[in-house]
């Protein structure tokens, strides 16, 4: 199964907050250690992305990045942009489509429109032959209120920059990523706990009342 196939499959295709966590910690993981070897994927997108689920984990979902058939060295320096046309159109970055040249961080961008649709469900730009995809994707305001979480829309927002000098690495996305995990699983935590004192108090309440009237 690829990640597309996952997503397809889940209620109104949307995965749900803290699994959509993991699956991007995953993502920006993978991102950020090929480009530290100096390689852009060029064609990140959910099919890209085999899903395997670890028996040993209760079968929790492990991705796994395949076909870099588009992939290319970074240059080191500013000249050495690439220009080459690559990567499937509703995940490319306006900067192909603008024909200025890119870097890795076509690879961010695709990432956040990955995240986008995984968070709410739908594209943030147009779809179909009937539409004009280039205008949508250098004119068109996003709709990040779709996504309901107020600190992945704000990560979203910062992967989804036009400008690519000013559009979040992946090492930076996975560091935030990794806090707002820490901060929801602490604030289930302290839920649950309120939770269950709660009931503990209806149970201690229930049997003074008990104990009172025989």
Not at 31 to 37: L, V, W, Y
Not at 125 to 142: R, V
Request: aromatic share 8%; net charge neutral; charged share 30%.
């Amino acid at each position: 199964m690829d990640l597309f196939e996952f997503i397809s499959k889940s209620p109104n295709s949307i995965i749900p907050d803290l699994l959509a966590i993991d699956l991007l910690i995953q993502i920006f993981q993978v991102i950020d250690f090929i480009h530290s070897n100096n390689i852009i994927h060029c064609d990140i997108k959910p099919e890209n992305f085999v899903v395997i689920f670890n028996k040993n984990n209760k079968n929790h979902p492990i991705l796994k990045l395949i076909d870099f058939g588009n992939a290319r060295k970074i240059g080191i320096e500013e000249k050495d942009k690439l220009k080459s046309f690559c990567g499937t159109k509703e995940y490319m970055a306006p900067e192909i489509f603008e024909g200025k040249g890119f870097n890795e961080k076509v690879d961010e961008w695709a990432a956040g429109i990955l995240m986008f649709n995984m968070l709410t469900g739908c594209e943030p730009f147009c779809s179909g032959s009937d539409c004009d995809f280039k205008d949508d994707l250098l004119n068109k305001e996003i709709n990040f209120n779709k996504i309901k979480n107020e600190r992945l829309r704000e990560l979203n927002r910062k992967l989804l920059v036009r400008n690519a000098e000013k559009r979040i690495s992946a090492k930076e996305a996975l560091k935030e990523i990794q806090l707002i995990k820490k901060d929801l699983m602490t604030i289930n935590l302290m839920n649950n706990i309120n939770n269950n004192k709660s009931d503990y108090f209806d149970f201690i309440t229930k049997k003074i009342s008990l104990i009172s009237i025989s």
